[in-house]
């Protein structure tokens, strides 16, 4: 068999390669086996300023003693719901301060997204406890940034021709329906940050008219850590209990015009006050469209829109 001759420069090129890959492989002994590569950090999706609210806390959370399956907030410690669940805000100084809360959110499915996603996450959203949506709405609603808030039925001042539902707080019932009528609503939604009295109807409440009815309420509302919203007229809210009174409601039997003109009527209010709550109850599509095109133009107008909570209690600059 003719034998087979390696040109010089071929044999000296595998030899550098052989002791090369003993290197090597002596190397990668030291060193151990590879290390997997770290997961990329997933992106936060933020609106605006800031992004979604935290989920519901269990620790912010107790059983009803009218029926153990209704959990209902509650402080834990120092810890609140009105904080805890609270939209951050941009209190940037020279600006004036404005705040909207929508009500009727839950009712109905489509509007509901709807609203969640075609309004500035600063606008704070009312959820209604009948609404057969509340809690998906409630959800969507945290994701996306929204600062939510959970209407109470109350007694209204055109009962009995129209009431806001058989779970209607009433100055005429006992204490114990009463108390279980609340814990019914509380539970209804969680991850909440205050409570109102607009759940999506256009007439004004009278329950709190009372001094003995309001009396009630802020004593079962004081352990739950919650603030409060009335949009009712002449009604006070309820003693040791924060909150804030609407300074213009607005309801969607209202004209464009009419709506357009009481948003500017608002913003006329934060001016002279240096803050201002707008409610508007149960808006249709064009209701949105109308409120989300005025809250672009707030800035110029030396304004600054921020969720309710932001009107209730100091708060840091963000």
Not at 119 to 147: C, F, I, M, N, W
């Amino acid at each position: 068999m003719r034998a087979i001759r390696i040109a010089r420069s071929v044999g000296r090129f595998w030899a550098g390669t052989g002791l090369a890959t003993v290197i090597g492989g002596a190397i990668l002994a030291a060193l151990g086996p590879p290390q997997p590569a770290k997961p990329a950090r997933p992106e936060l999706v933020r609106h605006l300023y800031h992004g979604a609210i935290p989920p519901p806390n269990p620790k912010l959370l107790v059983a009803s003693p009218a029926n153990p399956a209704w959990m209902i907030p509650r402080q834990s410690g120092k810890t609140k719901p009105m904080a805890y669940y609270a939209a951050p805000a941009h209190l940037s100084n020279g600006l004036h301060r404005v705040a909207i809360l929508v009500g009727g959110i839950g009712e109905a499915l489509k509007p509901s997204l709807d609203a969640v996603t075609s309004l500035p996450p600063s606008v704070s959203l009312a959820l209604t406890p009948y609404g057969p949506h509340v809690q998906d709405v409630a959800a969507a609603a945290r994701k996306a940034g929204h600062e939510t808030l959970l209407g109470l039925p109350m007694e209204t001042s055109r009962e009995p021709t129209v009431t806001e539902g058989d779970e209607a707080l009433h100055g005429s019932e006992l204490d114990s329906v009463n108390q279980r009528r609340l814990d019914w609503a509380l539970s209804r939604a969680a991850g909440y940050a205050g409570v109102t009295d607009e759940i999506g109807m256009t007439t004004d409440e009278t329950f709190l008219s009372q001094a003995m009815n309001s009396q009630w309420l802020g004593k079962h509302l004081q352990t739950t850590g919650l603030f409060m919203v009335t949009a009712s007229r002449g009604v006070k809210l309820p003693p040791g209990i924060p909150g804030r009174r609407a300074d213009v409601v607005i309801h969607p039997e209202m004209s464009g015009a009419d709506q357009l003109q009481s948003l500017n009527q608002l913003a006329g209010v934060a001016v002279v006050q240096g803050s201002a709550l707008g409610v508007i109850s149960s808006p249709t599509a064009s209701d949105i469209d109308i409120l989300t095109k005025w809250c672009a133009g707030l800035k110029a107008q030396g304004l600054v829109l921020v969720p309710v909570s932001a009107l209730i209690a100091p708060r840091k600059t963000k």
